[in-house]
């Protein structure tokens, strides 16, 4: 028997068309989105750079947005954000790396079963606790490191701990899940034909993994390393607690502020061209962060040609 | 083949329909607005008729919101300030219990964010910790003082400096003073917190004390909360915040002798003092009626109990 709900082929053609309509829809919410974020934020941050300069904005170390006679450059905000998260990622990779190296290669399967959750945990916790916990916990200890290193020091203004080293000692906590993950995938995916060679050579286990397993998982490690990157970069809630927020000079007990904060920290009660810096300050991290993508979707696509 | 062919099509159909309905109750949704407001614009239009003089319905509408606190409906939506956050939650909470039909939503973006939203025509109320700029009275914002707050100086519990001139607070957040043992202290250093520029307090502390630009902030903190905790937790910590955000697990500094309490701000003698603003677009007596009747209400009696127990001064 003949069960088809539709009469004839026209009507069977409408509802293909209808089906395929809204599929295309959806596939384009998040096109559009994208696109119009990247309107949105040209349109609104390109005006402040021709109105105060790109020069002004870009390597102008002084920040007085609300003052008389306003200063708007972001170059310390700019190198802050570069230098902390190359610190941070500095830190954290080496750590991170291993940790992977432990969970893909060494680890006995019940520590393993310990550790990938746990690693797993730091992922999903909330970035405003990893601020809390580095104000009650970080700062004064930082303090206290600000204190015997600077005593005597009649220039030094005191932080009270909220300084640069913080904010790059939280970050790079943060990026190790993002690390760690992605790189034991890589490690996950080296062929174990390449590990029996290595073995069957006369290599140590330790000699395998560094001399072997790590470079033929090579690309899956700097694509993790880009996405940890781009988790630094991007990140703003964290480091606004922990890093101090006034503009100076990205060096480890200053109090500095990133690109992202700065954005957080002001965009409150900032009127008229401070706001529309404020949305200029947002296109420079959108381009940091465009550019991390680009060089991602490259490391990318060099692994598929592979 | 035919089945998963027959889900899909399914499928669709359920989406597309969850739209049309999505889409069909919004519309109606907006169109049962739009005729609401119709009804009271022309209910207004021809109580104004009916009245002929401006001064008659302003007495009509006066009327008609005390007579009748149940019938007034409708939403006042207002935005600003987060300093005023405290006294815009109170005022709604005990608004909307007094006005069962009328419902408050206050948002806390910042004052300029407020004016902003104001002048936008997105809230009927903008919250402003500080006086209203001349660029914002001139887009037609008016500058309605609801309240006066103090600026604590606050300290951290164990600094044992806990009386400052105004020359000595000058001179710390200029970073001139950087040792607590040069005001007759403990061999501490200072750590100048402050606020985030922008900000209504960070604005008025440092016009007052003709400090505009010149402070050396080692911390910028975009909260006040934010500032009473790391001052809390800091040996050495110096800020400022709202008077009634103030605690005991900090030290609220005298200035020049003075204790920064009620009595000593209204009689002058306090040097560090705020109004708190609720603009509108227009005068209030051109606003709705439920904005007309919060306005009415914080000049109330009941209304100025209120702005005194969130530890602010009224006006009057």
Redesign the interface.
């Known amino acids: 028997m003949h069960t088809s709900i539709f009469a004839n082929h026209k009507n069977k053609s409408i509802v293909e068309i209808i089906a395929h309509i809204i599929f295309v829809v959806c596939a384009l919410v998040a096109v559009m989105a994208v696109f119009a974020i990247t309107a949105y934020m040209i349109i609104n941050g390109s005006p402040a750079l021709f109105k105060v300069g790109i020069k002004e904005i870009l390597f102008n170390t002084k920040w007085a947005p609300a003052a008389a006679e306003p200063h708007f450059g972001i170059l310390y905000v700019i190198l802050t954000s570069i230098i902390g998260t190359f610190a941070a990622i500095l830190l954290g990779v080496p750590v991170a790396l291993l940790t992977a190296v432990f969970l893909a290669e060494v680890a006995p399967k019940k520590l393993a079963d310990i550790v990938r959750p746990a690693v797993t945990l730091l992922a999903g916790i909330p970035s405003v606790i990893y601020g809390l916990l580095g104000i009650l916990i970080l700062n004064p200890l930082m303090y206290k490191l600000e204190k015997a290193v600077f005593a005597g020091s009649s220039t030094h203004q005191y932080t009270g701990g909220s300084n640069m080293l913080s904010a790059i000692l939280v970050l790079a906590i943060m990026i190790l899940p993002t690390v760690i993950n992605i790189s034991e995938s890589a490690l996950h995916a080296v062929p174990d034909h390449l590990r029996s060679a290595s073995l069957a050579l006369g290599a140590s286990k330790i000699e395998t993994i560094f001399k072997v397993v790590i470079p033929a998982a090579k690309s899956g490690i700097i694509s993790a390393i880009v996405l940890g990157v781009g988790r630094a970069i991007g990140e703003a809630m964290a480091i606004t607690l922990v890093s101090g927020s006034s503009v100076n000079a990205p060096l480890p007990f200053n109090s500095v502020r990133f690109l992202t904060t700065a954005i957080v920290s002001e965009m409150g009660y900032a009127s008229g061209l401070h706001r529309q810096v404020l949305f200029t300050i947002g296109l420079v991290l959108f381009v940091f962060i465009m550019i991390i993508n680009l060089v991602l979707t490259g490391i990318l696509k060099e692994k598929e040609e592979d | 083949m035919?089945k998963n062919k027959?889900m899909?099509?399914l499928m669709?159909?359920t989406?597309?329909a969850g739209l049309l309905t999505g889409c069909g109750s919004n519309a109606a949704d907006t169109t049962a607005d739009a005729a609401a407001t119709d009804a009271s614009a022309d209910a207004a239009t021809d109580e104004a008729t009916d009245a002929a003089t401006d001064a008659a319905t302003d007495e009509a509408a006066d009327a008609a919101t005390t007579d009748t606190n149940a019938d007034l409906s409708g939403s006042i939506a207002m935005a600003g300030s987060?300093s005023m956050e405290k006294l815009a939650n109170a005022v709604a909470e005990a608004f909307m219990e007094k006005y069962p039909g009328v419902s408050v939503t206050a948002e806390f973006?910042?004052?300029?964010?407020g004016?902003?939203s104001l002048e936008g025509g997105s809230v009927d109320i903008g919250n402003s910790s500080r006086s209203l700029k001349d660029e914002e009275k001139a887009a037609g914002c008016v500058e309605n003082i609801v309240a006066i707050d103090g600026i604590a100086v606050v300290l951290d519990p164990a600094n044992t400096v806990t009386d400052l001139t105004q020359d000595q607070l000058v001179q710390i957040y200029k970073?001139e003073v950087?040792n607590w043992k040069d005001l007759g202290g403990s061999d501490e250093?200072?750590?100048?917190?402050g606020r985030?520029?922008?900000?209504?307090t960070r604005?008025a502390f440092e016009e007052l004390l003709g400090l505009?630009?010149a402070c050396?902030?080692?911390?910028?903190?975009?909260s006040t909360g934010?500032v009473i905790?790391?001052v809390a937790?800091?040996?050495?910590?110096i800020g400022y915040a709202s008077l009634d955000a103030v605690d005991d697990t900090i030290i609220a500094a005298k200035l020049n002798g003075v204790e920064p309490t009620e009595e000593n701000i209204k009689a002058g003698s306090y040097i560090l003092s705020r109004p708190f603003v609720m603009a509108t677009m227009g005068e209030v007596s051109a606003q709705s009626e439920p904005v007309q009747a919060l306005f009415d209400y914080l000049k109330s009696d009941e209304g100025k109990q209120l702005i005194q127990s969130v530890g602010l001064i009224t006006v009057d």
Do not use: F, H, R
């Open positions: 035919k027959l899909t099509v669709a159909a989406v597309a987060t973006t910042g004052s300029s964010a004016i902003e970073g950087t250093p200072i750590v100048v917190v985030e520029a922008g900000s209504g604005g505009e630009d050396q902030y080692a911390n910028e903190l975009d934010a905790a790391k937790s800091t040996p050495g910590a």
